[in-house]
């Protein structure tokens, strides 16, 4: 975390220019601190790993945000994931506003829900049956309980700097994400090994053959740096948790309908037991959802004894965005498009890492994506915190200057949407040299 005592740390701009630019977003920052605690309803999106004060935007359109100023950005954030069509996509809020007109919520059964729970069933062949729930946290949670009481066991497993949401287990031993007010017992129900490290998991396995309930891991890291899974990996975790009777969990919260329709777990070819959703599947709308084998989901009520319930889960105005969402996906198919677009952004960061020699190891799959600033390729929690934070945060405010939106964070991933167009990419990689060059000048002198 990098802190700088600037309410504007260096970026493109002289700071009286960028003082005028971010005026109205820094009057309404000093407001909003006097009733939400730091300004925001997530940590996440104040500026604190960057430095400065947080941009509050008046609307999104496609792959661009209009902030309060009047200023436009081409957003890779994506609202943390979600807007994998773009943001405000049409037919998704055609969807939205024709569902709502008719009850935002019954706290009842619909036909929504089994329109969209039949049509996630149909893209992925691990999900036999599926809740929905309104967060990706949630649907983690609540998968956590099932697995435990579908085991009878009380241990998870989790990786060194993963993140899965806010819940006590996850959060209590996370590395780089840990919290106070977190009982000892969550703590101790919660096991850590390297990612990328099957001997490690191998071991834990063999001194714990019968407590462990579940395996949790993210596919595709997005927390520390964007990682990748090594080769075989994956699979050997779905071994190890065949063997030992385990469960393997897999949290596809970012990854779910981004990385490929089917996601990650389409794209390598391995079917957890249970899999967590989020973010695009409900393409801008508040979602959350857990499903796996039939026998496994049985376990909940009202057929089984694990409890799980919430008034505004599956409610007819988030199943409406997310069944327009999955529709566009299959009839349109943007994945090629997003991942031509993503691999000509990453072409030009390349040649820009060989020409000039820059301490910067970039990683993507499909269209979400890391700069990893830092001198080796990030392969576990270990090797992210190589990652040059103050380095990226001059990176990050020198291209918000210029209308780029980056995640605030120089650990969390980025993505594209199907709105990016090359003009976005090109107009981006023409600002992306000179922000390198400032960027790690800067972090040089802080040295």
Known sequence: MINLADALPPGALPQSQRAARYKASLALAAEIKQVIPGGVDS????????????????????????????????????????????HAHPQVVAAVKSTIENGAVFGAPHRLELKLASLIIETIP?????????????????????????????????????????????????????SSGIVSAASSSTLMVP??????????????????????????????????????????????????????????????????????????????DLTCFGKALG????????????????????????????????????????????????????????????KTLFQGLQNLKTKKGYPFNPEREGSMFGFNFSDVPVQDFASAKRINTKAYAAFFHHLLDQGVYLPPS???????????CLADIEETLDKVGAALEFAFNFASKLD
């Open 43 to 86: 940590p996440f999106r104040a500026f604190h790993e960057v430095g400065g004060e947080a941009i509050f935007f008046e609307k999104a359109a496609g792959s661009k945000l209009f902030d309060l100023d009047g200023n436009q950005y081409i957003d890779y954030l994506g609202a943390w994931g979600p807007a994998i069509l773009g």
């Open 126 to 178: 691990s999900i036999e049956s599926i809740r929905f729930v309104n967060s990706g946290t949630e649907a983690v949670m609540s998968a956590i309980r099932l697995a435990r009481g579908f085991t009878g066991r009380e241990k998870i497993v989790m990786f060194e700097g993963g993140y899965h949401g806010h819940s006590d287990s996850v959060l209590a031993s996370t590395g780089h994400s840990s």
């Open 195 to 272: 990612y990328n490290n099957l001997g490690a998991l191998e071991d834990l396995f063999a001194a714990r053959p019968k407590t462990i309930a579940a395996v949790l891991v993210e596919p595709v890291c997005g927390s520390m740096g964007l990682v990748k899974a090594q080769s075989g990996f994956l699979d050997g975790l779905s071994q190890l948790c065949r063997k030992y009777g385990s469960l393997l969990i897999f949290d596809e919260v970012i990854t779910g309908f981004r990385v490929a329709l089917g996601g990650a777990q389409a794209l390598y070819d391995i079917e957890p």
């Open 283 to 342: 393409g801008g709308m508040p979602i959350g959802a857990y499903g796996g084998r039939r026998e496994i989901m049985q376990k909940l009520m009202p057929l089984g004894d694990v409890y799980q319930a919430g008034t505004f889960s599956g409610n007819p105005t988030t199943m409406a965005g997310g069944i327009a969402t999955i529709e566009v996906l299959k009839e349109t198919n943007p994945f090629p498009h997003m991942e031509e677009m993503a």
């Open 410 to 420: 120089a650990h969390d991933a980025a993505v594209l949407s199907a709105a990016h």
